[in-house]
Each structure stands twice: as C-alpha cells, then as structure tokens.
C-alpha cells in the first residue's frame, strides 16, 4: 500500500518487481482523510509507504496493530529520491518484520521503532 502523496508510477514499479503494491488513487483513496487510509491498509493486511509525517506521530498514530509503516524522508521527492528511497528501503528491510513497526528511512539510516 503506499499512501497518495505517492505516486501509481511508484505503485506501478513495485508490482513489477512482485510487489503486491497499490496507491491511494489506485484504490479510490484519492483525497481521503490519513484515518480512512490508514484504515485501509490495516483492514487489506498492507505495510502503508508515505512521505506524510503524520504516519510517524506514534500518538495520533501508533504503528502497534499495523501490519507496518514505512515513512519515506526525502528532500525533495522527487520521482527519482523517492525511487531510490524505496528501493534501499526494501533492501535494508527485506529480511525485517514490519508488524507493529514503524521505519523512518532517510537518506543516511532507517530507524524502526517497535
């Protein structure tokens, strides 16, 4: 699952790598509040991808009872950074259980927070 300030290209990318990704506008989640989104990705068993900083606030959001997620720093997000970030996010987390998770990944680390 990756949220709607990602884009479908980005969704798209993922399935051909054998992902089974898909956008929030992909899913008619185009404008739809965090919660609803959220929601969505707990409810469809999806780790949720964001630039959004508001998925990191462990408070309004705690990552416990989520199948994960995985919140993006890239300055600036572009197309190519948030590929790049995407792509060395899952190498570094391919062997990691994201259940209950939160990893902030930026250009220099990944923190995962259980």
Known sequence: MKDENLSPQQAAELRSNGYDACAAVEVGLSGAPDEEIRRFAIEDGRVLVTLDADFAHILRFPAEHTPGVVRLKVH???????????QRALSLLENTDLAGCLAVVDE???RIRR
């Open 76 to 86: 600036p997000p572009t197309e190519q950074r948030i590929r790049h970030a995407i």
């Open 108 to 110: 220099n680390k990944i």
